[in-house]
């Protein structure tokens, strides 16, 4: 029999995070997830932050949790979240400030980064499509307001390195991360030190950058002591999400992935970053894979739309409002009413969600979702249709037919969406695994201790241990129809 490991993920989002136990016998792995915990982002005089400690102490639960199941040592840790959020240390290795969350961010941090580099220079060095949330932008901004915590500061820490430094005081900048940033560039694969140089960002702050999937230290001897552990390993794995979630799909031939969850990543694999100026014009992303390769991916906003929609019907109601309840609704109502841009700037900041897409659809001419069923299947049906746009660039941008595409995360529960999906993109859908980026995460950790060899074997593995579910397009008329109502009102 093959040596059992033991391995411990953490999956951080941007509204919970999970403690996950992998089993993995060099086969098959068995998942368990040990922990769940909120995260929410805290505003404090106009700045939102991420709670550092209370994620940190989470962990902790979590790494308890593993102990309490009486199992012996634990092989390895591994930390993914979502990316360009940063934390700040001083030259004593102390956290300056809790991370700002991307939540922060502001079109004018974007135009005022542009009067010094523009974003063709950006793309053309990075390969990193332009949101407001770029970390890029978010320096920028503290470069111009003079910051004092950017100022005193020694190291700049990405969130998934910042909380595997508080496990085991090592500093470094894990690849797939750094890619997320509009900072590293495509062709060194070093941090682009002319634009970091231009924009007055201070040079010291970067650390050096790690291959996805390696080690880097272990627990703190303090750490291990207090919670009665072994002095586990520590991997970097590929710590974006989207990254590890990517690296679990079980694809083959030509397919389009899409992690589904608060945001949906649609992209492809790619050898190379892809900078050609009808990438640029569409606003690809070439992130980075755990392989060293690329991601031309598009940043959709996600089940966000719904998750803060759900947040306005409880409130309104007093009363708990389920997924379910809301797939129930939006089966009732009726199709193509009313079609909104998912990516909508005034969508991305959180609360009256609800009045945001009524308010959308009523300045576009159409009719105003009322029920939770309308506003619901509206925010469904332009999701779906949001992602035939993303497929057909991703086509033109690589130049042939992408034949299927796999949808990994959270959002795969929603088989109402999933259909949605086949039938607008007239092809056909593959979903699973639903713990994409946890998978992904504990084979990266695997691939670090040399259990398993490349990419090939580990999706071979999670062939071996998650089902899939497929789903046949049925397209009609009525879809094209709808499409052509997205590209009027975005």
């Known amino acids: ?24 016998d060099g086969d098959r792995i068995e998942m368990r997830e040990l922990h769940r915990f909120e995260n929410n982002y805290i505003e404090m ?35 993914d979240t979502w990316g360009v959020d940063y934390g700040l240390l001083d030259r004593n290795g102390h956290l300056l400030s809790n991370p700002r969350s991307y939540r922060c961010a502001t079109d004018e941090d974007v135009a005022e980064t542009w009067k010094t580099v523009d974003f063709p220079t950006l793309y053309s ?3 990193i499509g332009s949101m407001p949330f770029n970390t890029v932008y978010q320096l920028h901004r503290r470069v111009r307001e003079g910051d004092v915590a950017l100022e005193a500061a ?30 590293l560039n495509a062709e060194t694969g070093d941090w682009d030190w002319q634009t970091i140089e231009a924009l007055g960002i201070p040079k010291q702050i970067f650390p050096k950058i790690q291959k996805s999937c390696t080690l880097r230290g272990c ?3 303090e750490l291990a002591r207090e919670l009665g552990l072994n002095r586990a390993a520590y991997a970097a794995v590929g710590c974006h999400d989207t990254a590890s979630a990517v690296a679990a799909i079980p694809g083959s031939g030509s397919f389009a992935f899409c992690s589904s969850g608060t945001w949906s990543l649609f992209g492809v694999e790619t050898d190379h970053a892809i900078v050609t100026e009808e990438a640029r014009q569409a606003n690809f992303s070439s992130e980075g894979t755990i392989q060293g390769g690329c991601r031309p991916l598009q940043n959709i906003m996600g089940l966000w739309l719904i998750q803060e929609c759900r947040r306005d019907w409880i409130k309104e109601t007093g009363a708990d409002v389920s997924w379910d309840d809301i797939v129930v609704e939006a089966r009732k109502a009726e199709p193509f009413r009313s079609v909104i ?20 659809c009523r300045r576009t001419g159409q009719p105003v979702p009322e029920t939770m069923g309308q506003v619901a299947r509206c925010i469904y049906e332009s999701l779906a249709l949001r992602y035939r ?13 992408i034949d299927s595409l796999n949808i990994v995360g959270g959002g795969i529960k929603n088989k109402l969406l999933n259909q949605m999906v ?20 504990l084979l990266g950790q695997a691939m670090a201790l040399g259990a398993v060899k490349d990419l090939e074997d580990l999706r071979r593995i999670v062939r071996n241990s998650e089902a899939v579910e497929e789903y046949e397009p049925h397209h009609t008329e009525a879809w094209d129809q709808a499409y052509e109502t997205l590209k009027r009102v975005m």
């Open 219 to 221: 627990l703190r001897p």
């Open 422 to 441: 086949a039938d607008s993109i007239d092809r056909r859908v593959i979903t699973g695994p639903v713990e994409g980026a946890a998978i992904g995460n």
């Open 389 to 401: 746009l993303a497929l057909e660039g991703l086509e033109r941008i690589k130049g042939e037919r």
């Open 154 to 183: 020694d190291t700049l820490l990405l969130l998934p390195d910042l909380l595997g430094y508080f496990l085991t005081g090592e500093k470094a900048a894990e690849y797939t991360h750094a890619t997320t940033t509009m900072l």
């Open 341 to 360: 841009s998912p990516d909508y700037g005034e969508f991305y900041a959180g609360g009256q969600m609800v009045k945001k897409i009524q308010d959308f």
């Open 1 to 24: 029999m093959e040596r059992v490991y033991h391995l411990l993920a953490f999956d951080l989002g941007a509204s919970n995070g999970r403690a996950i136990l992998g089993i993995f």
């Open 45 to 79: 005089n106009g700045v939102f932050y991420w709670d550092l400690p209370y994620l940190f102490n989470q962990m902790k639960q979590g790494l308890l949790a593993f102990k309490r199941l009486g199992l012996g040592e634990l092989d390895c840790v591994g930390i």
């Open 125 to 127: 060095r990075t390969g």
